[in-house]
């Protein structure tokens, strides 16, 4: 059966009694959108201060191909198992966005029988939350064209507006716009663009939000643009426009709850890529889970030099969070094309591809034990095509290294495919006290915090930029020098061209452009020539899916 077969016949339990029955939460303290979602309240979250936390595990990968890595399809998988071992587990997941869901993936729920559940409404308009997050962005734009309509009073500079309008779907014609157009009745003619919703930066500042004050306090300091002397900054509290983007999103900052197949809680909540973001979920699901749960799982977007870099400099650094080991997944397939191994041809024997394509996961397991400072297993998410030769060759090149290598069929299986990388999971947390290591000092100047990343975890020789590029990296270094850099930039490589697979040394990192997302409290560096508005490939995901007449969603992967 298909991912959408299998979940479509799973045997779901209403959310209000699964989670009192899993997590004591009381029917009162959730919000159900319909049968299988609910809402957790704030106020019940903050109930649980006084709890000591469980411990924290993170699910990333190697860099990702065309033939899947199945990151969330581990967490979930693994999440299983813990709870089939009587270990009290709790995932916490990214929610989908529709860009890829219509266009690459398909589907962002899980797969095989280690998925999250609706898998339609998760993968579709869940709770809300996003479009909650573009409306309260489009609000702050449409504020801001109107001021600019009525006197201009505040004196921003048409030519020097930050804030760009977002859409949740991958639409390339949309990256550079003209808005009011059609003479003065329609505002002030300039140039605008749109983003993906995810990589708003209304989305990190939920995600990085600690209650309903710290969220408006941080919408307020958007800097949306900068008046002509090219210095002054003007904020959005400046517009007064932080309280009603607050009211919008008064639902989405409230963390999700769903279940997996095998009837386990799951949040999903937040949902930022890693390429174009910082690639977690939300801060208040990830301590939520914590205070709930003995073990929290939970995954970073992309491979581990993208999410799992942002996750420790980013959301660990600000959220005071540690987690206990990491969670390296790779399949055979996906070590072959970084071989050099052609998509068609993955499923056959290959142990001269798969030994060259090892250094990319090499390099992603260097990365998280000295660069991390974190305890790591990898897991292989087992095909039925993956021969013991190459199973038997992976195992030996991780044991060289000084790592376990299990490999795990939770995704044929479930929960019972993955119980030995549980047990080696719970293995290292419970006996292993992590060391724990920024990849740079928040102290460091910002140019030197984007070579720490190109150099240590990309391989790069060093970074490059125009001399406008640094000029506004010194600019920003006068007052925002403390802030992490959320780097923009290819999943597909560890440098910035998307076709140099394996693990490239030696290269140039170029920043093509900074922006400052002050109510994030980051500074994006975006390498090469990242786009932040997707496109739809050749041929997208939105033609295969469809509804019959009696209302099942179909095509959805």
């Not at 890595?69 to 581990?74: A, F, I, L, R």
């Not at 509804?547 to 969603?553: A, L, M, Q, R, Y």
Request: some cysteine; glycine content about 10%.
């Amino acid at each position: 059966m298909s991912d959408i077969e299998i979940a479509q016949k799973a045997e779901m339990k209403p959310i209000i009694g699964l989670a009192e029955e899993k997590f004591g939460i009381p029917a009162e303290q959730l919000d159900p959108y319909g049968h299988y979602k609910a809402k957790v309240s704030l106020e019940y979250i903050n109930s649980l201060t006084d709890k000591k936390d469980g411990k924290l595990i993170l699910v990333t990968a190697i860099s990702p191909t065309p033939a899947g890595e199945g990151k969330t399809t581990t967490t979930v998988g693994l999440g299983d198992a813990m709870n089939r071992l009587g270990k009290k587990t709790m995932i916490c997941l990214r929610e989908p966005s529709l860009g890829p869901c219509f266009g690459m993936k398909g589907g962002a729920a899980g797969g095989g029988y280690s998925q999250v559940v609706p898998m339609e409404d998760i993968n579709l308009h869940f709770t809300g939350d996003f479009h909650a997050i573009g409306v309260a962005h489009n609000l702050l734009s449409a504020m801001i064209d109107n001021h600019i309509n009525h006197g201009n009073s505040l004196g921003i500079d048409p030519r020097r507006i930050q804030w760009k309008r977002v859409v949740d779907m991958n639409d390339r014609a949309l990256r550079k716009v003209t808005v009011g157009q059609g003479g003065p009745a329609n505002g002030y003619l300039r140039e605008d663009g749109y983003d993906i919703v995810v990589a708003s930066e209304v989305m990190a500042i939920l995600c990085l939000a600690t209650s309903r004050a710290d969220l408006k306090e941080r919408l307020g300091r958007i800097v949306i643009a900068y008046k002509a002397d090219r210095t002054t900054p003007i904020y959005a509290r400046d517009l007064n426009a932080q309280g009603s983007m607050a009211a919008l999103l008064k639902d989405a900052i409230k963390p999700n709850l769903v279940q997996t197949l095998e009837n386990n809680i799951a949040i999903i909540h937040g949902g930022p890529f890693a390429n174009i973001a910082h690639g977690c979920n939300t801060v208040t699901a990830t301590k939520t889970a914590l205070k709930l749960a003995d073990y929290a799982i939970t995954e970073a977007g992309f491979g581990a030099d993208l999410g799992a870099e942002k996750f420790i400099d980013i959301k660990c650094r600000m959220a005071d969070l540690k987690p206990s080991a990491v969670v390296l997944v790779a399949t055979v397939r996906a070590l072959k094309s970084h071989g050099g191994v052609d998509k068609d041809d993955l499923n056959n024997e290959n142990l001269k591809a798969l030994d060259e394509g090892f250094v990319n996961l090499e390099r992603h397991l260097n990365n998280i034990t000295n660069h991390y400072g974190l305890p790591c297993v990898v897991c292989i998410n087992h095909f039925t095509f993956d021969s013991d030769a190459e199973i038997a060759l992976l195992k030996e090149k991780c044991e060289a290294l000084g790592v376990k290598c299990i490999v795990s069929k939770h995704w044929a299986e479930g929960g019972a495919g993955a119980e030995e990388l549980a047990e080696e999971v719970l293995n290292i947390v419970d006996n292993r006290e992590p060391e724990f290591t920024f990849v740079y000092d928040e102290d460091l100047p910002l140019w030197d915090k984007i070579e720490a990343i190109s150099t240590k975890l990309y391989g790069a020789a060093g970074i490059t930029a125009s001399p406008k590029v640094r000029g506004e990296i010194k600019a920003l270094q006068e007052k925002y020098g403390k802030f992490p850099i959320c780097m923009a930039k290819t999943q597909m490589s560890f440098s910035t061209n998307p076709t140099a697979k394996g693990a490239p040394s030696g290269h140039t990192v170029e920043i093509s452009e900074v922006k400052l997302a002050n109510g994030a409290g980051f500074i994006v560096a975006i390498a090469g020539n990242m786009m932040t508005m997707p496109g739809l490939p050749k041929m997208p995901a939105a033609e295969r899916i469809d509804i019959t007449d009696e209302g099942v969603i179909t095509g959805l992967f």
